[in-house]
């Protein structure tokens, strides 16, 4: 069994940033395609991030598009979300994802293991 552990959320200003991390526990080797979600509250989970198997493939949710960097340590199986120019509209929990296909992209369920979340809240 694989346990995505998030790290990296808090509290942050109009205009801040954040890195968000997540590595599984487990001690597996496999390397996984990997994408971030999110819920903000009373609102649907939606796609924030993703990255494929090997690092050459990334997409963004128009949201998000110019203000968000995925990136990957491949050696670590952690996978990084960078959010720069936060808003108040980011405030959600933040959940990674991690699948066997070479790339999930959007589509949560070619993700086979999700996190606890972290907790990313936008305010003044």
């Known amino acids: 069994q694989v346990h995505l552990v998030e790290s990296g959320g808090g509290l942050v200003q109009p205009g801040g940033s954040l890195n968000l991390s997540c590595s599984p526990s487990g001690g597996t080797s496999t390397t996984w395609s990997m994408g971030w979600f999110r819920r903000a509250p009373g609102k649907d989970r939606e796609f924030v991030a993703a990255?494929?198997?090997?690092?050459?493939?990334?997409d963004y949710a128009d949201s998000v598009k110019g203000r968000v960097t995925i990136s990957r340590e491949r050696s670590k199986n952690t996978v990084y979300l960078q959010l720069n120019s936060l808003k108040p509209e980011d405030t959600a929990i933040y959940y990674c994802?991690?699948?066997?296909?070479?790339?999930?992209?959007?589509?949560?369920?070619?993700?086979?293991?999700w996190g606890q979340g972290t907790q990313v809240t936008v305010s003044s």
């Open positions: 994802a991690a699948g066997v296909v070479l790339y999930g992209g959007a589509d949560p369920a070619l993700y086979r293991y």
């Open positions: 990255i494929s198997r090997s690092g050459g493939t990334t």
